[in-house]
Antibody, heavy 120, light 108 residues
Framework: QVQLQQSGAEIKKPGASVKVSCKAS????????LNWVRQAPGQGLEWMGW????????IYEYKFQDRVTMTRDTSITTGYLEVRSLRSDDTAVYYC?????????????WGQGTLVTVSS | DIQMTQSPSSVSASVGSKVTITCRAS??????LAWYQHTPGKAPKLLIY???NLQSGVPSRFSGSGSGTDFTLTISSLQPEDSATYYC??????????FGGGTKVEIK
């Protein structure tokens, strides 16, 4: 069955970087965009961007363009989200999502989420 | 950027009642809209895609309608397990998958 398995929780200091991974299985990795979405404590869902695993093309939400990079390694069907210059308001659960029809938004399949805590 | 505005921000309703959530886009998006259900500690769940298509496995009490700028998610007969926060999302990949602010549904 389709699975998106994310890396474990991270604790980082302000100014540091974090890289979250998302291992896909059960479908052809290059068939669907891989989205990244986050939810800060007490806040709603926030779309960060997507990567086309086939071409490597990306689109980022404007507010993240300077600090976020999405990459992928097709040989191990894994996508990555790197966030740089972390601030306390980057503390959030980060999700990867993919699959579904072309008009399903972020996707039908979601990872379990990765908690990133930014604290001095 | 396209802005997505949901209302109400929260609603409390009895089991068996009908609940309606609206979502307005800041510009026309045809039927490029998805609805998600999110409960604490779990990943979001896709309910509706292309504004009105029920995702496989989702109960038929959920339905979506609308096109252009105005969209609606309806729960025809609210069940205890429907207690969650619901989000609309603009689904055109080249315009950015902006989420609405969310609507928290509580059971009275």
């Amino acid at each position: 069955q389709v699975q998106l398995q994310q890396s474990g929780a991270e604790i980082k200091k302000p100014g540091a970087s974090v890289k979250v991974s998302c291992k896909a299985s059960g479908y052809r990795f290059t068939d669907y965009y891989l989205n990244w979405v986050r939810q800060a404590p007490g806040q709603g869902l926030e779309w960060m961007g997507w990567i086309n695993p086939d071409s490597g093309a990306t689109i980022y939400e404007y507010k993240f363009q300077d600090r976020v990079t999405m990459t992928r390694d097709t040989s191990i069907t894994t996508g990555y989200l790197e966030v740089r210059s972390l601030r306390s308001d980057d503390t959030a659960v980060y999700y990867c999502a993919s699959g579904g029809s072309v008009s399903s938004g972020s996707g039908e399949y979601w990872g379990q989420g990765t908690l990133v805590t930014v604290s001095s | 950027d396209i802005q997505m505005t949901q209302s109400p921000s929260s609603v409390s309703a009895s089991v068996g009642s009908k609940v309606t959530i609206t979502c307005r886009a800041s510009q026309r998006i045809a039927s490029w809209l998805a609805w998600y259900q999110h409960t604490p500690g779990k990943a979001p769940k896709l309910l509706i895609y292309a504004a009105s298509n029920l995702q496989s496995g989702v109960p038929s009490r959920f339905s979506g309608s609308g096109s252009g700028t105005d969209f609606t998610l309806t729960i025809s007969s609210l069940q205890p397990e429907d207690s969650a926060t619901y989000y609309c999302q603009q689904a055109n990949s080249f315009l950015g998958h902006t989420f609405g602010g969310g609507t928290k549904v509580e059971i009275k």
